[in-house]
DNA sequence: CTGAAAGCGCTTACAG
DNA sequence: CTGAAAGCGCTTACAG
């Protein structure tokens, strides 16, 4: 249809082997066998002239050549809510790290958290014949992933978590467990929770977290009190509206799980006459590189971003080679600053 | 190495012919042409028989098998400096649309604006054999482009400019011109600078604008004026401090280069007891999602970061077809907020 | 220790 | 209008 251009030729094996007088099968067996197991490839002498050669002409072996015969791709698919949230786009620094590590590539896509996205995107990689796939936007309901893993599709899951599949997230009933715990600590008795997407358990693992402590310590949390919300800033001013409208609920705490979610929380606290830090406080959740650099400093839990997309990865990889893979949940810390810091009297 | 399966085999030509009695070859056409051209390829009837049956069994042609025969691999390398910077991340949504619309499939790595690293990932990129890279990392310099072109690599810029190759960016000086503009009619006299990496074309435009114009309205614009800093929260903030601890040079307003060092400057002039949008005027860049939603909202210069990205996009395919490309420059908006509304009187 | 053959799934001239 | 052959660059039993 086009006439573009097809890319130059690379140098490949028979022109190695040309060179050298060798068969390509020969340094086929000395370039894929490495280390050990190319003693017993070739005559070491003939190993090294391969190699040395190899290096010289900078022989890099067609991928696509290597994965019609070999069923393998190296190729790893990630599918995002969207990339443009700062979270995910951290998680995605430990993927690139972990998969470029371990020899593998990796395909982003959004998929907007949208079901139809969903299937749309997952589609395109599995055409691309990818070895395996993370997804970072996992439902609660989990259909999608029951019609993948019936057809025997390799996926784990990433941030958030589904019962009955593998996931690396971060403990996130614990991570709200410490906000309950550090806001009744500093005498709030009235707090208000911004509760994020109802479909993610990122959302519903937090809010329960925190719920649960706050009533061990013997809070109450009200209907009122729960405010579920977009996850980004947007949601977060709409969601504190709501909260600090309310006339028969005034909280002197709200916890936002997410950090863009609280910084909306602050912009509403702010149009409504109140100091963020003195009269109303507010925690975060992820301890994103913002938080720390606000105007009035956010708290925050802090959760291993990068390393929950390298175990991701690890976790993919383990799968894809067979193994029987368990969850991890990756332990958060509580960051305490303005926002929240102040006793309440 | 290790004794991973491969994955099961998913239906081939062979496949499709040997069901319907006919060659592979005979399929290949009728399935590779598509619309007018496949009339000629074979009897009407032959050709929906073929699809037809493609379609009920989800055929999808392996791209491994193709691209060996075709030389295009219908990949494309994006390399920027990190994907958690939000404008390159909105940029990207930009390039994975208009990819994926034209049947390319992307592959993004970080490299930290780090020499050594876009060598590595750029290299990583080429033994995969995408058929062309954006790079939105690029630096004034060019080293790493003159190279890259003299091997007849296929390659756009996206965000940043270096002269002589072909790049989609914003009118980064306009950008500039527009604050300039703003804050002067605003009765602004004494303005510092926070002007990003050296390094980066965004960085060098925007401030030259801003000065040139500022200039041209009769301002001044000493030394002490301009600061370079990282283009994130915290370059930001240490950038402020650097200006606002300046006993000699007490200017009224600040222009960031960036909407995240403008929120580290607003930050630290939370700190030098300056409320910001009353005693200090701050201008941001890019208006990204957080600007309107910051408890003091933030004015900003919007540019057009999706379109950026799809842009890229369509002239690095119009470079892989051959076709000579013209840099495109993106016209910006400025959005007035809280923060440089007031009259200085 | 090395060579020769077969084949992964496609496409593309070339016949007929 | 359809078939048969060759070949893209690899790997992998199988010989010798």
Chains 1, 2 share one sequence.
Request: hydrophobic share 45%; charged share 20%; proline share 4%.
């Amino acid at each position: 249809m086009t006439n573009r251009k097809p890319r130059p030729a690379a140098v490949t094996l028979k022109d190695l082997a040309a060179e050298l007088g060798l068969h390509p099968s020969t340094v086929s067996r000395i370039l894929h066998a490495e280390g050990d197991t190319a003693r017993g490839a070739a005559a070491p002498a003939t190993a090294q002239r391969v190699r040395d050669l190899a290096r010289a002409v900078g022989y890099s072996p067609d991928p696509q050549a290597k994965s019609l015969r070999t069923r393998q791709t190296h190729l790893l698919g990630v599918i995002v809510p969207r990339l443009s949230d700062l979270v995910l786009a951290v998680m995605y620094e430990g993927i690139e790290e972990a998969a470029d590590a371990a020899g593998y590539s990796t395909f982003v896509m959004n998929s907007l958290d949208n079901a139809e996205m969903q299937r749309r995107k997952t589609d395109i990689m599995l055409s691309r014949r990818v070895d395996g796939l993370i997804f970072g936007d996992a439902h609660l309901d989990g259909d999608i992933l029951t019609e993948l893993a019936e057809q025997n599709v390799k996926f784990v899951l990433m941030n958030r978590a589904v019962q009955g599949f593998p996931s690396a997230t971060c403990d996130d009933a614990l991570g709200g467990t410490l906000v309950a715990q550090h806001l009744w600590d500093r005498g709030h008795r009235v707090v208000s929770v911004i509760a994020g997407e109802p479909y993610a358990s990122t959302a519903v693992d937090r809010t329960s977290g925190f719920v649960t402590r706050w009533k061990a310590l013997g809070g109450e949390i009200p209907e009122a009190a729960l405010v579920w919300s977009r996850f980004d800033t947007i949601g977060g001013r709409i969601a504190a509206e709501t909260i600090l409208s309310d006339v028969a609920h005034k909280p002197s705490a709200i916890f936002a799980v997410n950090d863009f979610a609280a910084i909306g929380a602050m912009g509403a606290a702010t149009e409504h006459g109140l100091l963020v830090g003195r009269d109303l406080a507010i925690v975060g959740f992820n301890d994103t590189s913002l938080a720390a650099q606000l105007p009035i400093s956010l708290s925050s839990v802090r959760s291993p971003m990068t390393e929950i997309g390298r175990t991701a990865v690890q976790m993919l990889l383990a799968t894809i080679n067979g193994g029987p893979v368990e969850s991890v949940r990756l332990a958060p810390t509580l960051v305490v600053r303005e926002s929240s810091a102040f006793q309440r009297t």
